[in-house]
């Protein structure tokens, strides 16, 4: 397969006035999302839209995807748009009230550990590290590559 360029210039006509004014006729709002306060810039049509689907309500697209996740997410019996979308609001509201952390960096800081914990409380079978030893039968397993040593104890001279 094989592509062609051609490099004669072509003129292009500049749109007709009536054309440029369509454009211009757009009409587009600020909307506030009724679960999280993030404002957007929608058209009236998909604002109408979005209200439409949602009761009446107003929301951001990251809010609709939580919405969705929370109707997938219920297992025990299928509930519908408009609950999944008060769980989601209440949920917004508690985190909202709850405001700022006092100090960002412990939260930080406690987030990580937790982080941490859970991943070294998660099986070896699911952790990603091929570098690591494995048990298989009742005998650790080195991995076929493993460091000789280390390259800084050279660099220090």
């Given at each position: ?13 500049a749109p007709a006035p009536a054309e440029v004014q369509l454009v211009a006729q757009i009409e587009v709002e600020f909307v506030k999302c009724d679960c999280c306060g993030l404002s957007e810039e ?116």
């Amino acid at each position: 397969m094989s592509a062609t360029i051609i490099s004669d210039p072509k003129m292009v006509p500049a749109p007709a006035p009536a054309e440029v004014q369509l454009v211009a006729q757009i009409e587009v709002e600020f909307v506030k999302c009724d679960c999280c306060g993030l404002s957007e810039e929608c058209t009236p049509t998909y604002i109408e839209r979005v209200r439409q689907r949602y009761h009446g309500k107003w929301i951001c697209g990251l809010c609709a995807e939580a919405v969705k996740d929370e109707i997938v997410r219920t297992h025990e019996r299928l509930i519908t748009t408009e609950e999944a979308m008060t769980r989601h609001m209440n949920f917004c509201k508690k985190f909202h009230s709850s405001g700022p952390p006092p100090d960002p960096t412990v939260c930080l800081i406690s987030a990580m550990r937790q982080i941490l914990r859970k991943s070294l409380d998660s099986p070896r079978g699911v952790r990603s590290t091929p570098s690591s030893p494995s048990r298989k039968g009742g005998e650790i397993r080195t991995p076929g590559l493993s460091r000789s040593g280390s390259c800084f104890s050279s660099l220090t001279g």
